[in-house]
């Protein structure tokens, strides 16, 4: 072989070998036959329902009584003597039929109105802030109402399927990433907290006092003991953290340390006080002993004493108490308290949706926990510690990132799963409600009526669900695509 192929062999393999994990898993995503169209689809909803303002020819909230359930309008691309010209609507009237009794909808073309792209039309505010009148089709007659374009039909109030579709697409796209923020941010932190320091106490209260007992001065002596605050768990924890360069961490604990304590006596006399109100004779004698001395033991402990518990154990009996929670009922329950203020709908379903994702973040927290816990025993992370690097440092920066594979896949997995929670929810009249629009409210629009409905305007079911189907499957797409790519194992 040539000395100069030679080269080139040499030099590709150095290429090839000097890619990153990131770049390898991008080349692999690329790879993935779905990728690309999922992207490519998301990509699209998003942009419609940014732009819906835009896109729809109507506003959001803009309705027609005339024409309540109209099926789509029809757009003609040929004259009567069947020449090609620009597209064009008729005017539709709505009359009753004189044998069956139904409305119907008659186009009447005796005018043609011509579509236009591109042009004036309802004023609006993109992004809530620019004034703006520009859309993407219409015409002057659709400001004018001389006549119509349904694209998709009207639902039960006369308003523009098309455009409420992308208007919905805001809150059943976008809905779910506040969601997930809120869980991501949670789960993360507590969960890396809870792995990293598994195994260490962390005071919750320290005395600032201590009494040597019998046993502690003959094991070591009276002149160990230099005075009753020298000896203190507080004096103790002052000098480790001066030794471990943590004495801010240090001081910002105690005030958090005693405000545990102190909430932790407010509830147990709150207790007292009402349970005291309703007793009498032996039961309110015991009442007061036992109180008296749960009370006393809490100020001793305050002042002399020294309780530390595991954080490991804190966060993970959290994550079990708001494991217990039924979602559904929760859900109900918040709706209901919410429904009580003068709140827009959307503002009302997503703190519905954040209080959710504030109590849904434990199963992440016990999923970073495992991979935090067996990171921090490679030899990188021992590494960092043993060059003098910060426990919050190796957390944050040497550890959080080893998931960050993980944690992408997991977004891209929980957003549809809001979707359909947003869907569903909406659907049985807990979630958006008129007059904003969602994917999941508009769905339930159809089954008004019952399946005689579903067959005379089949629009309003197959449209909603038609972008919820495709937004979950393109999800999902995406995601399986990223767990391919970002798994290390692919590359063996």
């Not at 944050?396 to 992408?408: A, K, W």
Request: net charge positive.
């Amino acid at each position: 072989m040539p000395a100069d192929e030679k080269n080139i062999d040499l030099l590709e393999g150095v290429a090839e070998h000097s890619l990153s994990h990131w770049q390898k898993a991008w080349i692999r995503f690329k790879r993935h036959p779905f990728a690309r169209w999922a992207g490519t689809v998301l990509i699209f909803l998003y942009l419609m329902a940014i732009f819906a303002d835009f896109v729809g020819p109507y506003p959001e909230a803009k309705s027609f009584r005339k024409y309540q359930f109209m099926q789509p309008t029809a757009i003609h691309f040929k004259t009567e003597d069947g020449r090609w010209t620009r597209p064009y609507v008729c005017k539709v009237e709505r009359k009753r039929n004189l044998k069956t009794f139904k409305l119907e909808f008659n186009e009447d073309c005796s005018q043609h109105y011509p579509i236009y792209f591109i042009v004036h039309g309802y004023p609006y505010k993109l992004f809530g802030l620019i004034p703006a009148d520009i859309h993407l089709f219409g015409g002057p007659w659709v400001t004018e109402e001389k006549a119509h374009i349904f694209l998709w039909g009207t639902d039960d109030f006369g308003r523009d399927l098309f455009s409420r579709i992308w208007f919905g697409g805001r809150i059943s796209l976008s809905i779910g990433i506040f969601a997930v923020i809120i869980a991501l941010f949670l789960g993360i932190t507590l969960g890396g907290i809870s792995g990293y320091f598994a195994g260490e106490k962390m005071h919750l209260i320290r005395g600032f006092l201590h009494w040597p007992s019998r046993a502690e001065i003959a094991e070591k002596g009276a002149a160990a003991f230099r005075g009753m605050f020298a000896n203190s768990a507080l004096a103790r924890g002052w000098r480790n953290a001066v030794y471990e360069g943590q004495t801010l961490w240090y001081l910002l604990s105690l005030p958090l340390q005693y405000a545990f304590w102190g909430l932790a006596i407010w509830i147990l006399a709150i207790t007292m006080k009402g349970f005291l109100a309703v007793s009498s004779g032996f039961e309110l004698a015991f009442a007061l002993v036992l109180f008296g001395a749960a009370l006393a033991y809490m100020f001793w402990a305050a002042i002399f004493g020294e309780v530390a518990i595991d954080v490991d154990d804190i966060i993970m009996r959290t994550t079990e108490i708001l494991a217990a929670i039924p979602g559904l009922f929760l859900l109900i329950i918040l709706s209901g308290i919410l429904a009580k203020y003068d709140l827009p709908s959307s503002t009302r379903f997503m703190m519905v949706l954040s209080i959710l994702a504030f109590v849904s973040w434990g199963g992440l927290a016990r999923n970073i926990r495992g991979f935090i816990l067996q990171l921090r025993e490679m030899e990188y992370a021992q590494a960092a510690k043993a060059l003098g690097a910060g426990n919050w440092r190796i957390l944050f920066r040497h550890l959080l990132p080893g998931v960050m594979g993980y944690l992408i896949v997991v977004v891209s997995l929980s957003l549809p799963g809001y979707i359909l929670a947003e869907s569903g929810l909406s659907f049985l009249g807990l979630g958006i409600q008129d007059p904003s629009s969602s994917w999941g409210l508009l769905l339930s629009k159809a089954q008004q009526g019952g399946m005689s409905a579903l067959r005379q305007r089949p629009w309003l079911l197959f449209f909603p669900g038609f972008f919820i189907f495709v937004s979950i499957l393109a999800y999902n797409y995406l995601g399986d695509a990223l767990r391919d790519a970002l798994d290390p194992r692919a590359e063996h």
